[in-house]
């Protein structure tokens, strides 16, 4: 089955930092693209960040940028997203998902991406 398990989220105080894994199994980890999402309560999903582990090509909202990492370790089929200096605005579900050829394929950009697979969501919270 192919699936994507995710870990890390937690409470933290601003300032702080917390590390999310997303593992994948069932499907070849370099032919799909990984994207990070999060969701609030009440307000449309963003994207945060991306990573082609094919190439390593990455990607950041703005929001983010310098202050989030993302990466990849093809040895374990695993993405993480380093988050650092978190900020009480970046409270939110964060759910990972992958994108393969085709779906990505009429893609504008990898926010626009027809994501194959999601992970189940973990909550992170920042406190003031």
């Known amino acids: 089955e192919e699936q994507l398990v995710q870990s890390g989220g937690g409470l933290v105080q601003a300032g702080g930092s917390l590390r999310l894994s997303c593992a994948a199994s069932g499907f070849t980890f370099d032919d799909y693209a990984i994207g990070w999402f999060r969701q609030a309560p009440g307000k449309e999903r963003e994207g945060v960040s991306y990573i082609n582990p094919k190439d390593n090509t990455t990607d950041y909202a703005e929001s983010v940028k310098g202050r989030f990492t993302i990466s990849s370790d093809n040895t374990k089929n695993t993405v993480y997203l380093q988050m650092n200096s978190l900020k009480p605005e970046d409270t939110a579900t964060y759910y990972c998902?992958?994108?393969?050829?085709?779906?990505?394929?009429?893609?504008?950009?990898?926010?626009?991406?027809?994501?194959?697979?999601w992970g189940q969501g973990t909550q992170v919270t920042v406190s003031s």
């Open positions: 998902a992958a994108a393969g050829f085709w779906s990505r394929m009429y893609g504008t950009n990898w926010n626009t991406f027809k994501y194959d697979y």
